[in-house]
């Protein structure tokens, strides 16, 4: 047995079966690529899901891992630490509001946004305004896993086993203005949007459906708390996605790259909003620890020290051009969209969709396929020009095999591939 079967077996046996692993066993990363345990290299597109900005092995990570692990890895936040105040300067200089909560991942930050706006309508109510506690939500959303991110996630798989959900959450079609508008009323205490819906596959607001959310919102004193958790950080050459627009939301969430790979969540939120908020009505015991703390500043300095946002708009503005070329090679290719490095090409069929991705991996080259369709790129932001080329040299072999394929069989490609991730 190799190792990788042996751990398969294991797992099999001990874990909980939520994932549908690829079997490949990773043991190490060097910048952009992947090193399995045979030595081979993957060329990464997908950063652990938007996770791993700075890529692999990259010495300010690893330099501010060594120094705070040696000082100071957790107090837990009933004493003060250096880290907390510094990056919450940081984040409300770059992101542009107030004040600053620490959770630990993407969905702790959203649970607790929720919180807030609930919160936040109640202290409205006190003070004699008319404001129930309604959350508007988006179809095809994606806010986690936890039972308020989940109620207020769309695709009925991942709620509905669990049910009943959190009550109070309506949806509003995407970038529907007219359904929002007759969704929206004084019961409503926050609108809740992705700038760029990622797991949804990569789909934008667009500006008129953003400026009504705000306007609607300022009528009434409700919130609006954006979601800032896979395009935020820098991933679409802004440090968060909701600056394309020029509006001002009332609370921002963000994970993933945070702390470049250690676990860490941020509510960010206006000091209006923050008047909700009393000692000990929310809490963690890790959330904003100094390791995570350090990291995260070590991040966002080596993102402004290494020009990474204008590497993340240029390498993007190539890799989007290069698909949109490809576009026009292969019909299967029906839509090309995103922003910076979070990127996507939209196929024709989901089986094709499973088939490219399981057919880039034999190539060495991670991508996902989410909403059944769409090929999803989150690669970290130091990627250069000549990986997009490997990447789409790769995926105009696969696209003009599967065509030759389906002519020469007149029938639809077979799928048989695993899409990889959630
Ligand atoms: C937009 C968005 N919100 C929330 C989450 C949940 O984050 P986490 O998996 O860290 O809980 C995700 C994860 O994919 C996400 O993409």
């Given at each position: 047995?190799?190792?990788?079967?042996?751990?398969?077996?294991?797992?099999?046996?001990?874990?909980?079966?939520?994932?549908?692993?690829?079997?490949?066993?990773?043991?190490?990363?060097?910048?952009?690529?992947?090193?399995?345990?045979?030595?081979?290299?993957y060329l990464d597109l997908l950063s652990g899901i938007g996770v791993n900005a700075l890529g692999y092995g990259h010495p300010a990570i690893e330099e501010a891992i060594?120094?705070?692990?040696?000082?100071?890895?957790?107090?837990?936040?009933?004493?003060?630490?250096?880290?907390?105040?510094e990056l919450a300067l940081r984040l409300t200089e770059r992101v542009g509001l107030d004040r600053v909560f620490f959770a630990n991942t993407g969905t702790e930050a959203w649970e607790g946004a929720?919180?807030?706006?609930?919160?936040?309508?109640?202290?409205?109510r006190s003070e004699g305004k008319t404001i129930g506690t309604k959350f508007l939500a988006l179809e095809q959303s994606f806010h986690g896993r936890t039972f308020g991110s989940v109620s207020t996630t769309y695709k009925a798989k991942y709620r509905e086993p669990f049910g009943p959900v959190v009550p109070g959450v309506e949806f509003v079609r995407f970038n529907d203005v007219a359904d929002l508008r007759a969704k929206f009323s004084s019961d409503v205490c926050a609108i809740l949007v992705e700038s760029i819906q990622g797991e949804g596959g990569i789909r934008p607001l667009s500006q008129e459906f953003f400026a009504e959310a705000r306007a609607l919102t300022n009528e009434t004193g409700a919130l609006l708390l954006v979601d800032e958790i896979q395009a935020g950080m820098g991933r679409t050459g802004k440090w968060c996605a909701f600056q394309h627009y020029g509006i001002a939301p009332d609370v921002v969430t963000l994970a993933?790259?945070?702390?470049?790979?250690?676990?860490?969540?941020?509510?960010?939120?206006?000091?209006?909003?923050?008047?909700?908020?009393?000692?000990?009505?929310?809490?963690?015991?890790?959330?904003?620890?100094p390791l995570a703390c350090a990291v995260a500043i070590a991040v966002i300095d080596a993102i402004e020290k290494e020009?990474?946002?204008?590497?993340?708009?240029?390498?993007?503005?190539?890799?989007?051009?290069?698909?949109?070329?490809?576009a026009g090679?292969?019909?299967?290719?029906?839509?090309?969209?995103?922003?910076?490095?979070?990127?996507?090409?939209?196929?024709?069929?989901?089986?094709?969709?499973?088939?490219?991705?399981?057919?880039?991996?034999?190539?060495?080259?991670?991508?996902?396929c989410t909403s059944d369709t769409v090929l999803r790129f989150l690669p970290p932001f130091n990627l250069k020009r000549e990986h997009v080329?490997?990447?789409?040299?790769?995926?105009?072999q696969i696209l003009t095999q599967q065509a030759s394929h389906a002519t020469t069989s007149s029938a639809a490609p077979s799928g048989g591939g695993k899409a990889l991730g959630h």
């Open positions: 047995m190799t190792k990788l079967e042996q751990i398969r077996a294991a797992e099999e046996r001990l874990l909980l079966q939520t994932y549908e692993r690829n079997p490949i066993l990773f043991v190490r990363g060097e910048g952009v690529h992947l090193i399995d345990e045979s030595g081979t290299k060594a120094r705070q692990s040696r000082a100071l890895i957790h107090t837990s936040n009933l004493f003060y630490h250096e880290g907390q105040a929720l919180k807030l706006a609930r919160a936040h309508a109640g202290l409205l993933k790259p945070l702390a470049g790979g250690i676990p860490l969540g941020a509510i960010l939120c206006t000091e209006e909003a923050a008047r909700a908020i009393h000692a000990g009505m929310h809490g963690t015991t890790f959330g904003g620890g020009g990474l946002l204008r590497n993340v708009v240029e390498t993007g503005d190539y890799f989007q051009t290069q698909l949109r070329w490809l090679r292969h019909d299967a290719i029906v839509d090309v969209r995103g922003k910076g490095l979070m990127l996507a090409a939209e196929l024709d069929s989901a089986d094709l969709a499973k088939l490219t991705v399981a057919e880039m991996l034999k190539r060495h080259i991670l991508i996902n080329d490997q990447a789409i040299d790769a995926l105009d």
